[in-house]
């Protein structure tokens, strides 16, 4: 009887202090007077999502309930108390004025048991530093022209695959040729590849890419305790990238810098730096010894360049031709502006020439502020902060920071008539009057998106030959409205775009 009362007592006593903490969490930032919704007691203020709502579309609800209210309102991630920055203020604090203290995104990384997990968008604090300025030179103005040629080769591919399709049907899912179309540029310019996804689409690097987005080695709600419970998770062993992919990818990289090394070839190209910085002296860490990087880290590098450059820029084009389609006057007016500029110069599409078209970056701005492909940014505090003028708003060291991409390019009092495609607003007077901190699709500051030069001059170049060769419409499968896809962490259409193709 003595021992069932111990146990008895134990276990009460057990629930009784996992209440306790239950309710100290979920009430921490109403002890604080932080303004905050209130939360569940399981899924905190993320109810929902993925089965009612996206993730995206819960921060802009709370963004909106609470926008002028300070310059933060509470968030809580499952039980983990967060932040949602509500003014342009706050978001140049942590993203560029004290990046300092927000230099890391807080998202879950496990280089150990997870190798592809190490890579530039992930990597934290010195090692991130390290990398970031090693593969900087990549992206130079410089290295885009020399890049230039091999897109525009891709391009007359597209146009050619296009016409192909179109002798079978002009009505084509838009979505899944733009992906074709830069995975092709990404093998060729990153890594000297040729992935012929246009001419095969099955082919293989085209299937792992659709993979990364659809195969996934945990729940929804598995996923998130990971992100909210990193350490644990890395304790445990945990592993996020589905082993057929990982291998895939060490594979490639192995391959092709054995070849490389055997061949001695040389080429000018994302691969040859990370091949560069394997026999380089790195200093990762104050008490490391200087070393290269490992084949894993390179495959890591090379992993997350596949991933952004090609899923990023065809998604941005996707949604760029289904507004297209839906306003033709739009589409006949950048039309006319490419030809023209192909014209003065010489009838040739060069990089001077694709760089010259006004409206052309005004109708990709405008894309990218209705449908930013990352609905939002993430930072970790690594101290203490409190907030410039506002004394009670403190953010404790390791507390998450989100900033609502979506909510904020979709703020009527900065854009006005936010879900109208309206170009103009990128025009250099009304760019003028506008905070540049109220568009970031790239993000912004140290930490913003290093491949934003190659993404805009791919995404320019598709535009220019697209456009001079086809006419976009709308057909009996387009979705007006566009139902955005909740189960994907990037901003995508469900079920894909589908377009009336007609050649000029």
Same mark, same amino acid.
């Given at each position: 009887?003595?021992?069932?009362?111990?146990?008895?007592?134990?276990?009460?006593?057990?629930? @009784?202090? =996992?209440?306790?903490?239950?309710?100290?969490?979920?009430?921490?930032?109403?002890?604080?007077?932080? %303004?905050?919704?209130?939360?569940? /007691?399981?899924?905190?203020?993320?109810?929902?999502?993925?089965?009612?709502?996206?993730?995206?579309? @819960?921060?802009?609800?709370?963004?909106?309930?609470?926008?002028?209210?300070?310059?933060?309102?509470?968030?809580?991630?499952?039980?983990?108390?967060?932040?949602?920055?509500?003014?342009?203020?706050?978001?140049?604090?942590?993203?560029?004025?004290?990046?300092?203290?927000?230099?890391?995104?807080?998202?879950?990384?496990?280089?150990?048991? *997870?190798?592809?997990?190490?890579?530039?968008? =992930?990597?934290?604090?010195?090692? /991130?530093?390290?990398?970031?300025?090693? =593969?900087?030179?990549?992206?130079?103005?410089?290295?885009?022209?020399?890049?230039?040629?091999? $897109?525009?080769?891709?391009?007359?591919?597209?146009?050619?695959?296009?016409?192909?399709?179109?002798?079978?049907?002009?009505?084509?899912?838009?979505?899944?040729?733009? @992906?074709?179309?830069?995975?092709?540029?990404?093998?060729?310019?990153?890594?000297?590849?040729?992935?012929?996804?246009?001419?095969?689409?099955?082919?293989?690097?085209?299937?792992?890419?659709?993979?990364?987005?659809?195969?996934?080695?945990?729940?929804?709600?598995?996923?998130?305790?990971?992100?909210?419970?990193? #350490? $644990?998770?890395?304790?445990?062993?945990?592993?996020?990238?589905?082993?057929?992919?990982?291998?895939? &990818?060490?594979?490639?990289?192995?391959?092709?810098?054995?070849?490389?090394?055997?061949?001695?070839?040389?080429?000018?190209?994302?691969?040859?730096?990370?091949?560069?910085?394997?026999?380089?002296?790195?200093?990762?860490?104050?008490?490391? *010894?200087?070393?290269?990087?490992?084949?894993?880290?390179?495959?890591?590098?090379?992993?997350? &360049?596949?991933?952004?450059?090609?899923?990023?820029?065809?998604?941005?084009?996707?949604?760029?031709?289904?507004?297209?389609?839906?306003?033709?006057?739009?589409?006949?007016?950048?039309?006319?502006?490419?030809?023209?500029?192909?014209? #003065?110069?010489?009838?040739?599409?060069?990089?001077?020439?694709?760089?010259?078209?006004?409206?052309?970056?005004?109708?990709?701005?405008?894309?990218?502020?209705?449908?930013?492909?990352?609905?939002?940014?993430?930072?970790?505090?690594?101290? *203490?902060?409190?907030? %410039?003028?506002?004394?009670?708003?403190?953010?404790?060291?390791?507390?998450?920071?989100?900033?609502?991409?979506?909510?904020?390019?979709?703020?009527?009092?900065?854009?006005?008539?936010?879900?109208? &495609?309206?170009?103009?607003? &990128?025009?250099?007077?009304?760019?003028?009057?506008?905070?540049?901190?109220? /568009?970031?699709?790239?993000? *912004?500051?140290?930490?913003?998106?290093?491949?934003?030069?190659?993404?805009?001059?791919?995404?320019?170049?598709?535009?220019?030959?697209?456009?001079?060769?086809?006419?976009?419409?709308?057909?009996?499968?387009?979705?007006?409205?566009?139902?955005?896809?909740?189960?994907?962490?990037?901003?995508?259409?469900?079920?894909?775009?589908?377009?009336?193709?007609? @050649?000029?």
């Amino acid at each position: 009887m003595a021992v069932t009362e111990i146990l008895l007592s134990i276990i009460l006593a057990a629930v @009784a202090a =996992l209440i306790y903490i239950t309710q100290r969490n979920l009430t921490y930032w109403q002890r604080r007077g932080i %303004p905050c919704d209130t939360p569940h /007691w399981i899924h905190g203020n993320l109810q929902g999502v993925t089965k009612t709502q996206s993730i995206a579309e @819960a921060f802009t609800k709370v963004y909106k309930r609470y926008v002028g209210s300070g310059p933060f309102c509470g968030l809580y991630f499952l039980q983990k108390p967060s932040v949602l920055v509500l003014t342009p203020e706050l978001t140049k604090q942590v993203l560029i004025k004290d990046f300092g203290k927000f230099t890391d995104r807080g998202l879950y990384i496990n280089e150990k048991d *997870d190798p592809l997990s190490g890579h530039l968008f =992930l990597l934290q604090s010195h090692k /991130w530093r390290v990398m970031r300025n090693k =593969l900087t030179p990549t992206f130079t103005s410089g290295q885009m022209k020399f890049m230039f040629p091999t $897109v525009v080769s891709v391009a007359e591919q597209f146009v050619d695959t296009i016409n192909t399709e179109l002798a079978k049907s002009n009505e084509i899912e838009i979505k899944d040729f733009m @992906a074709r179309f830069t995975t092709d540029v990404i093998g060729s310019c990153a890594f000297g590849i040729e992935c012929n996804s246009l001419k095969n689409p099955d082919a293989i690097f085209r299937e792992m890419g659709r993979r990364i987005f659809t195969d996934r080695r945990h729940s929804s709600f598995v996923n998130a305790m990971i992100t909210a419970a990193p #350490s $644990v998770a890395r304790k445990l062993h945990v592993r996020m990238i589905p082993d057929d992919i990982t291998d895939f &990818f060490l594979n490639i990289v192995r391959e092709a810098v054995d070849y490389r090394k055997k061949k001695d070839v040389q080429r000018n190209d994302f691969l040859n730096i990370l091949m560069e910085l394997n026999k380089g002296k790195l200093k990762f860490d104050d008490s490391a *010894d200087e070393k290269g990087l490992t084949l894993e880290e390179m495959a890591a590098q090379a992993f997350v &360049f596949f991933v952004g450059g090609f899923e990023t820029s065809s998604t941005t084009l996707s949604f760029l031709l289904y507004e297209l389609a839906v306003n033709p006057d739009i589409q006949q007016r950048l039309r006319e502006e490419i030809f023209e500029a192909v014209e #003065s110069h010489g009838g040739k599409v060069t990089y001077e020439c694709v760089n010259s078209m006004t409206y052309l970056k005004q109708v990709i701005s405008e894309t990218l502020r209705k449908y930013p492909v990352l609905p939002h940014l993430q930072r970790k505090a690594i101290a *203490d902060y409190v907030v %410039p003028g506002h004394p009670q708003y403190v953010i404790e060291k390791g507390t998450i920071v989100y900033i609502p991409v979506m909510g904020i390019q979709h703020d009527p009092e900065i854009y006005p008539e936010p879900e109208k &495609f309206l170009p103009e607003r &990128f025009a250099a007077e009304e760019m003028q009057a506008r905070d540049s901190i109220t /568009w970031l699709p790239f993000g *912004d500051g140290p930490r913003n998106c290093i491949g934003l030069r190659f993404g805009q001059m791919q995404i320019r170049v598709a535009l220019t030959y697209l456009l001079r060769n086809f006419e976009f419409g709308t057909c009996s499968q387009t979705d007006i409205p566009l139902v955005l896809d909740r189960k994907q962490f990037i901003t995508t259409a469900k079920g894909g775009i589908h377009l009336k193709v007609q @050649a000029i």
